[in-house]
């Protein structure tokens, strides 16, 4: 899932096809270029609950996220329990950088290049 900020309409019109795309790339917009409790559901939606390959045997897996508003809320949490079968485990704030590397050294460059 991409989240572009300050976009009207990051995907083209039904029927228009889309070469920078692909289909299995969830496009969408927000205002603030970040993640909301409603984007946070079409995430679960679209990306999460489709992830079959990754998951295991008892069809119960642990997401580990950052402490953002839209990660913690209780709507969220839920949704991921009982619908996905998801535990989730928040990092404490100003801890990313030590417990989730990526974000410091690939997620922070392209953001600063793009955005």
């Known amino acids: 899932m991409?989240?572009?900020?300050n976009l009207k309409n990051p995907r083209p019109a039904k029927g228009e096809t889309c070469e920078i795309w692909p289909n299995d790339v969830f496009v969408?917009?927000?205002?603030?270029?970040?993640a909301s409790e409603e984007l946070m559901k079409l995430w679960i939606q679209?990306?999460?609950?489709?992830?079959?390959?990754?998951?295991?045997?008892?069809g119960?897996?642990?997401?580990?996220?950052?402490?953002?508003?839209?990660?913690?809320?209780?709507s969220i949490r839920n949704n991921l329990?009982?619908?996905?079968k998801t535990d989730v485990s928040i990092?404490?704030?100003r801890m990313t950088p030590l417990l989730q590397p990526l974000d410091l050294s690939v997620n922070r460059p392209v953001k600063a290049i793009f955005f």
């Open 46 to 58: 679209k990306v999460w609950a489709k992830r079959g390959l990754f998951s295991n045997a008892t």
């Open 60 to 74: 119960r897996t642990l997401l580990v996220m950052d402490a953002h508003r839209a990660h913690t809320t209780v």
């Open 91 to 93: 990092i404490p704030g």
């Open 81 to 84: 329990k009982r619908n996905c």
């Open 2 to 5: 991409i989240i572009f900020k």
């Open 28 to 34: 969408t917009a927000s205002k603030g270029g970040s």
